[in-house]
């Protein structure tokens, strides 16, 4: 189990892509790749960014889908970048985080070297065995079922700071000029 203080000092999650916002599979429809992200997933990504805690992603493939899901959740995405390790360098330079700060979150053997940069290596369940073992928590739920809402509720409760962030997201849904929410309340 991962210390209070060890999640208390992390202010930045990088996330691999398939395998873990992903259930891993792909789906090709006319040449388009087809990805499934789950909505507990973007709503806690929302809510980290709206708080302060940048969330990246990191595909080693060109995916229109994870481009366009990063877009409507606000996430910096990382794509064509087979070398994470070079991806989360670049992650950490631009919102100008400390590698020591960053949680990583893998599932395939190319998450390795990025494991090994951040101070916060983590697995999403059903991760190969090399990356399991590389991580300091494993999460309950599988990667593409709620594992990035898992862990950003562990690390915002452990920073005391998962009910303001909550509040945060209730205010974005009563005020639609707050956040980035854009609501249309007409009836």
């Not at 369940?125 to 990667?143: M, N, R, S, Y």
Request: glycine share 8%; charged share 25%.
């Amino acid at each position: 189990m991962i210390s209070c203080e060890k999640l208390g000092r992390m202010k930045m999650l990088v996330c691999s892509v398939d395998g873990v916002l992903t259930d891993g599979s792909v789906t090709y429809a006319n040449d388009t790749d087809i990805r499934t992200f789950h909505v507990l997933d973007g709503l806690a990504t929302r809510l980290a960014g709206w708080n302060d805690f940048p969330v990246a992603w990191i595909s080693a493939r060109l995916m229109c889908p994870v481009n366009r899901r990063g877009d409507d959740i606000n996430v910096k995405v990382y794509s064509g970048i087979a070398d994470k390790e070079v991806g989360v360098r670049l992650a950490a330079r631009d919102a100008d985080v400390a590698l020591s700060d960053i949680a990583f979150v893998g599932y395939d053997l190319n998450d390795i070297p990025a494991m090994r940069l951040v101070g916060l290596p983590l697995a999403v369940k059903g991760a190969v065995p090399e990356v399991a073992a590389l991580a300091e928590c494993i999460t309950e739920l599988p990667g593409g079922q709620g594992a990035i809402r898992e862990i950003i509720e562990m690390i915002f409760k452990s920073q005391g700071r998962w009910e303001s962030a909550i509040e945060c997201y209730l205010e974005c849904l009563r005020n639609p000029y707050v956040g980035t929410i854009a609501v249309n309340t007409e009836i």
